[in-house]
């Protein structure tokens, strides 16, 4: 009688060490709050779309809500160094643009490096468009190039600042064209689109997802884009590659990445869930309608397309000199 009643003591010790284990193993079990996005560039921008159209899919897939968190500044660094620093629990993440790429091939010393972080995933892909004012003679690129070359060194281009994409892309094709123009670097895109819609600059190598409605409403002229195929947002201009500009295939694109040393489980999930979020009929016609091209692969591809870019850029930034200051 004894023994039964030790035994059933037992019993009843452990089954309360079992459901009192429970909860905590639920708990545990990833995702059990909320997910933060950190983009390292002002609301309203591509990159900060990009992370507000994928948020609320990832969210329903998930089970948890995902959170927006703008750290604009230096290009996307200060968000990039926030992300690094962060515990690799896969709650917090980062949305940046091509820049993530350019970054690390521009700046010797930067506070993070590429093996500081897991690429999640590539959202989307989109083309940049060479586009003047409506004022400028040039109405194709050979027209441009002729014009260009007439007046060496005269002609002026915009960028949204050195060492950004646009600048290391036009520089590309200034020397894939033989020309020379003289760069007027802004501080972001917007007060470059003022000068170029003002006529103040008349060449501007630019995001067309952010050209686009300036095209549309007339306010400038698209010549080329730059990726392999023509976009469905441009159906009537000419790559830069049917245009005779060979070796000029550059894309704005935004990745998304986790601290290092995030489980892979963990990695696995999020990179599901962003594949489905960009799956969404809804989220592939919001895409189109600004000229995005969704990425198409899985984690292991992104993470390939990514070290590919940053090896690209770093062969084009020595082989064009880019330098500027950290």
């Known amino acids: 009688m004894r023994n039964l009643t030790r035994r059933a003591a037992l019993a009843l010790m452990g089954s309360s060490a079992i459901a009192t284990l429970l909860p905590a193993r639920a708990e545990t079990r990833w995702p059990s709050r909320a997910v933060t996005i950190i983009v390292g560039y002002p609301p309203g921008g591509g990159a900060d779309l ?125 020397k894939s064209s033989g020309i020379t123009m003289t760069h007027v670097p802004y501080r972001g895109a917007g007060p470059a689109f003022v000068d170029v819609i ?39 201009v000419p790559t830069l590659a049917e245009s005779g500009i060979k070796g000029v295939e550059v894309y704005e694109w935004n990745g998304m990445h986790a601290p290092a040393g995030t489980p892979a489980d963990v990695l696995d999930r999020i990179s599901a869930a962003l594949q489905r979020a960009v799956s969404d009929p809804d989220v592939r016609q919001r895409l189109a309608s600004v000229a995005a091209v969704p990425f198409s692969g899985g984690r292991a591809d992104a993470a390939r397309f990514v070290d590919a870019e940053i090896e690209r850029f770093s062969k084009a930034i020595k082989a064009l000199d880019i330098k500027v200051q950290a």
Do not use: W
């Not at 897991?118 to 190039?145: D, N, Q, Y």
């Not at 549309?216 to 010549?223: C, E, I, V, W």
């Open 50 to 174: 990009m992370a507000r159209l994928v948020g609320p899919e990832m969210s329903a897939s998930l089970g948890q809500s995902v959170i927006t968190d703008n750290r604009p500044g230096v290009a996307g660094q200060i968000a990039a160094s926030a992300v690094a620093r962060s515990a690799p629990d896969g709650y917090t993440v980062l949305i940046d643009a091509s820049s993530f790429a350019i970054n690390l091939a521009l700046y010797p010393k930067l506070p993070y490096s590429s093996r500081s972080f897991e690429t999640v995933g590539v959202i989307a892909r989109v083309p940049l468009v060479l586009v003047v004012h409506p004022a400028f003679p040039a109405k194709s690129v050979a027209e441009l190039i002729k014009v260009a070359k007439a007046k060496p060194q005269t002609m002026f281009y915009a960028s949204s600042g050195a060492g950004s994409l646009m600048h290391i892309a036009t520089s590309m094709f200034m």
């Open 198 to 236: 003002a006529g103040q600059v008349p060449v501007y190598l630019c995001n067309a997802a952010a050209a686009l409605p300036h095209v549309k409403a007339g306010k400038l002229r698209a010549l080329a884009v730059t990726s392999a195929e023509r976009s469905a947002a441009f159906p009537d």
